[in-house]
């Protein structure tokens, strides 16, 4: 069995994988990662679709005959030889032309879970803001990365004896996304009054655990403000659109999550000062009223004090007793006025003054006009009533004036039993005991 060494081997796989034909001129199709434009001109970059990804580099001579600029999510066709980078051990990529074809497919899956979740108003909900001097702070990332180093330092840095309550989690990898889930949920249980989550910079692909539908809907759930600290500042993620604050760096989160020790003791301090300033301030107020109220106030001449009282009780009472009598006259004369009203309207008031007014059988008016011969009517007086018939009329003719002549009057009241007629005038006699007009 032979004996290979590295550098014979990765020789071996370069002369395998460049001596096959169709890899010295091919095409692929993918969506490009990690686009990075190196100070010499090179391009650097990752070609993937939904399994697999394929490093590339795009020398500066091919480069400058590019027509676009590279940008990650863009979905491309890219020309070149598959070879072996024996430094690093690397099957690559070597671009020599690229064609733009679109967004690519994880762009898009990414951009259609953002504007689903922008609907659902994920991301336009009411930010919280984060506590002035949290009882403790959670953080959530990786047990070896550099993150937690760097929060815990900060952290210890500004307030020594602040709590720091670590959920350790994978932060990259298929089983990331559901170990990050279960910490935010865990939050709940602990005294914490913030959480941290966060990583150190990676590429595009290194960041999709925070790009997950279900940690993002964690992260709106999480029962106290959320500070994101996911990558670097050219780095956003879904989660850092949901979080309450936003930090370019895990080190930034945590200086924004703690306040100074120092510092807060010395605000304390000036708190204190003027606190007592002010109560200084007010005791020498109160104590200056009290001199002067002994000197040349009430303490002084207190007799003076109660007959100014007494005198001023007098004058409101004098104005109570005025005001009393204007209302009772202004009330006075408004129920005089409503009586005089009433009194207008009065049907009684004319028969009072000597009229009177006349109702046939139904109760109804009947005019000159209208007596008939013969006929029945009740006569009304302001004192009581009669019933008449009529025994002589003469109407107005061609608009001269007609003469009445009325007979002896004979009457008396109306018989019980309504308008019935008298007994007499039932049997056709005239000498009824109604008068007769």
């Not at 930090?247 to 306040?259: D, F, G, H, I, R």
């Not at 006349?358 to 006929?375: C, I, K, P, S």
């Amino acid at each position: 069995m032979t004996r290979w060494t590295v550098s014979g081997l990765v020789a071996a796989l370069r002369q395998l994988v460049e001596g096959v034909p169709e890899w010295r001129a091919l095409w692929v199709e993918g969506e490009l990662s990690g686009v990075k434009a190196h100070i010499s001109g090179h391009w650097y970059f990752t070609l993937k679709d939904a399994s697999a990804q394929l490093r590339c580099v795009m020398f500066r001579k091919d480069a400058e005959r590019l027509r676009f600029r590279p940008q990650d999510g863009q979905a491309v066709a890219a020309f070149g030889r598959l070879g072996v980078f024996e430094r690093d051990g690397q099957t690559q990529l070597y671009v020599s032309a690229l064609e733009e074809l679109g967004s690519g497919w994880h762009y898009r899956q990414l951009e259609a879970l953002r504007q689903k979740l922008e609907q659902e108003g994920l991301f336009s909900r009411p930010k919280r803001r984060l506590p002035l001097l949290p009882r403790a702070v959670g953080l959530i990332t990786s047990p070896s990365g550099a993150a937690r180093f760097d929060v815990e330092t900060v952290v210890r840095r500004r307030f020594p004896s602040m709590p720091i309550v670590f959920y350790p989690v994978l932060v990259q990898g298929e089983q990331a996304a559901e170990a990050i889930v279960a910490a935010l949920q865990a939050v709940s249980k602990e005294a914490v009054d913030v959480v941290i989550l966060g990583r150190g910079g990676g590429s595009r692909e290194d960041l999709m655990a925070f790009n997950d539908e279900r940690v993002v809907r964690a992260a709106a759930r999480c029962p106290v403000p959320l500070v994101s600290a996911v990558g670097h500042q050219i780095d956003v993620t879904l989660t850092d659109l949901v979080a309450d604050l936003r930090a370019e760096t895990p080190s930034a989160a945590a200086e924004l999550v703690v306040p100074e020790y120092d510092r807060l003791f010395s605000w304390q301090r000036e708190l204190a000062r003027r606190a007592e300033m002010a109560t200084v301030r007010l005791l020498a107020q109160a104590r200056e009223r009290l001199r002067q109220w002994a000197e040349r106030g009430v303490l002084a001449r207190p007799e003076e004090f109660w007959r100014t009282a007494r005198f001023r009780l007098e004058r409101l009472e004098e104005r109570k007793d005025r005001a009393f009598e204007r209302a009772l006259a202004e009330r006075r004369l408004a129920w005089e006025r409503l009586r005089g009203r009433l009194l207008a309207v009065d049907p009684q008031a004319p028969l009072e003054r000597g009229y009177a007014f006349v109702t046939d059988r139904g109760g109804n008016l009947v005019g000159y006009r209208e007596v008939v011969l013969g006929q029945r009517y009740q006569v009304h007086w302001y004192n009581g009533s009669r019933w008449m018939q009529a025994l002589d009329v003469e109407a107005r003719r061609d608009g001269q004036p007609g003469v009445d002549r009325t007979g002896p009057i004979r009457g008396g009241d109306e018989p019980a039993g309504g308008n019935r007629p008298p007994a007499g005038e039932r049997s056709g006699d005239p000498g009824g005991r109604d008068g007769a007009v």
